[in-house]
DNA sequence: TAGTGGTCTAGACCACGTC
DNA sequence: ACGTGGTCTAGACCACTAA
């Protein structure tokens, strides 16, 4: 039994924490890809010489992160965002109606240039480093609901461009299996201003009216920033559905 | 051991989830109130008559949907608004350079009426029945950001007045101790709207000006609700932050 | 020192999915 | 029939708090 590193230090952490960051490392390091099914909890235990019972605790608390997927009688699954279900967790906007409509990406434009001085801090990358724009519309049913200006790395997505974008799926599907870059975790900040006259248009309504500014920083395993994106969001047939808990 | 219950039945479910029925029958009759220690693990498996791990797992459950706070060393406890750290869990708005405020609730008005189709619908009420509607301003700093419209039924809330909001801490903690109903949980939906005199001229913006509104149904145990609110919020200064996992 | 929650183990059995 | 995760038990020991 493995009871290393926790002897009076102040950095002691509990076995299956540590058996949790042995399972992010096969994470991160793309060694178990995004829906992949991940060896037994016995099996595990075996390899890492500790319980069952501590390996199913590292794995509960990565299943509460959204990381894992367990399925009774099947296995334990990495996370990715092309099963239904997990595809609508990082967009909270819902139609006031509570009907479902069908969703629709319509890429407009995707140009390289160099990060400014926030964009390199927000994704943690050298001022001026090479960086790829995005812009697209979401539909929702017929009606423009978003319109999102998405900041990524070059370097990360390199060879990222509108027919790339127009050929996949959803955005953080084709992130995942064509980058091998998952998204797991989202940091939001939400405004209210005035349309511009850019926005209005492509959102169809009347220029200053009132549109919800959502932006995001998104993060892959371990913290790390991989998008910053701005969208607009206009609330008249759709709000924004938060559950405070 | 008790496994009734468990034969075929469509209505399954493990001991464990039993044992929370249990002690959230105790939370919501008021039993163990907020701030109380509920009774040790071990009290509580001898007395349900199971193992200690089936209880530890019903808390752990409680624990994390906030229900209960546990603190090693000295027991658990009934989570309450009253100790700091709790008391921001459903203001989610943040000054943009991130500089900790003073917050300071200014009640402007409290008066009783009838609730119409639309609050009896989302209170469970009687269309009809007895409600008090109370506006207050709610100050971060020196500047005034949030004006919320509050709706609680008279009959839960019976003496509720000016007087005994200007009196008390912070309004759930109000709830909690004067009237023994505690806020655990609440659904928001969010907008973007121009403001309208009353509020442009409480929030000190010009009027038309985009807001943020946010309403709000909050919930007791049991997911009954038993307050609406719709608050309007400046964002000139702050943000209303988010996290997605 | 005594009592609490926190961790870890080993083993039994159940529920589910697949072959 | 077999392997997976899900539940439940019993007991040991650790870490923290308070008297």
């Known amino acids: 039994m493995n009871r290393a590193s926790s002897l009076h230090a102040p950095t002691f952490s509990p076995l299956y924490r540590q058996i949790k960051q042995l399972i992010m490392g096969n994470l991160e390091s793309g060694e178990w890809g995004p829906g992949d099914a991940i060896p037994s909890e016995s099996e595990l235990a075996g390899r890492f010489g500790v319980s069952q019972g501590t390996v199913r605790k590292a794995i509960d608390e990565m299943a509460a992160e959204n990381l894992l997927v367990r399925q009774q009688g099947k296995g334990t699954f990495v996370a990715t965002h092309k099963d239904p ?124 009216s009132p549109l919800l500014v959502v932006e995001r920083v998104t993060f892959t395993y371990g913290r790390k920033p991989v998008e910053w994106r701005r969208g607009f969001y206009s609330t008249r047939n759709h709000h924004y559905r938060n559950e405070l808990g």
Chains 1, 2 share one sequence.
């Open 85 to 208: 279900g997990s595809a609508f967790r990082f967009l909270r906007l819902v139609p006031n109606d509570g009907v479902p409509q069908v969703s629709q990406s319509i890429p407009l434009e995707c140009w390289r240039a160099k990060a400014g001085p926030d964009v390199a801090r927000t994704l943690a990358l050298e001022p001026g480093a090479p960086i790829t724009i995005l812009r697209r519309l979401l539909k929702l049913g017929d009606e423009p609901v978003v319109f999102d200006e998405i900041y990524l790395s070059s370097e990360l997505f390199p060879d990222l461009s509108l027919e790339v974008v127009r050929a996949g799926d959803s955005l953080y599907g084709l992130f995942e299996s064509r980058y091998g870059v998952c998204m797991v975790r989202a940091d939001e900040r939400l405004r209210a201003v005035a349309a511009d006259r850019v926005s209005a248009e492509l959102l169809q309504v009347a220029e200053g």
